[in-house]
């Protein structure tokens, strides 16, 4: 079963094209790499399949839904995190699980129980009433994305989630995601890091708009006889003619 379909999904601004008739599916519970260069359209691509912004041409449907006529749905049953950090700075850490709870629809009992669920497996137990910005940046990654999935999405997409964090703390955030994909959840992974390329179940590297490459890491490296993600990547992207 599949979580994505997409099919020659495009988006124009004006002459310009940013995804060019891209075509990829993703399972139920994979995880799915996007990869790319600043420019190469994955941003572009991503805000489509949330629902963010309207396909110029082409088909797409996120957790059975279509992104031309039901948006809404979409965002109702999807996860988001943000490489900017998603999370209010001037409120506790309960205060964001309740907003965003309530956000997502849940009723008070569900923000209570998942909220003590979430509260417990990321060791927080006596933090609740620290203001977010208080926390260090790991601590604040792990626990937006443990927030944007509180409400149990189909889908969770993140966009370059592990900025700026620490390996350590990038290793944590990433069995996070292992413990959600295996409860069946999707992710949908953008990423700088090529090691993180190496943790997902398939990728998918876009040059100037294109799919350039789409299998599972290993099977990437053996067919182009690299040794590393990094090295696939770069062979890849020095194909690019756009800049930023």
């Known amino acids: 079963m599949f979580s994505i379909e997409v099919e020659s999904l495009t988006k124009k601004f004006g002459s310009f094209t940013a995804v060019n008739s891209i075509t990829f599916t993703v399972k139920s519970g994979e995880i799915f790499g996007f990869l790319g260069a600043n420019g190469a359209g994955k941003t572009t691509a991503m805000r489509m399949l949330c629902g963010l912004s309207r396909p110029t041409s082409g088909q797409a449907s996120v957790a059975g839904f279509d992104v031309y006529r039901q948006a809404e749905e979409i965002k109702q049953r999807i996860g988001y995190m943000s490489q900017k950090f998603s999370l209010y700075a001037d409120l506790t850490v309960l205060e964001n699980i309740e907003f965003y709870g309530g956000i997502y629809g849940l009723t008070r009992g569900e923000i209570k ?61 990433w069995e996070l995601i292992y413990e959600a994909a295996a409860t069946g959840i999707t992710i949908f992974v953008t990423t700088h890091y090529m090691d993180e390329a190496e943790y997902c179940d398939r990728v998918a590297i876009m040059v100037d708009g294109n799919i350039r490459a789409l299998d599972a890491p290993e099977k990437l490296k053996r067919d182009m006889g690299l040794a590393t993600m990094e090295r696939v990547f770069y062979s890849l992207a020095r194909e690019a003619t756009r800049g930023d």
């Open 113 to 173: 129980d998942r909220g003590e669920e979430l509260i417990e497996r990321l060791d927080l137990r006596g933090e609740e009433e620290i203001m977010v910005a208080e926390l260090p940046l790991g601590w604040k990654q792990k626990l937006a994305f443990s927030i944007a999935i509180m409400h149990r999405p189909s889908i969770v997409f993140l966009d370059e989630p592990t900025g700026g964090v620490d390996p350590l703390t990038r290793r944590q955030f």
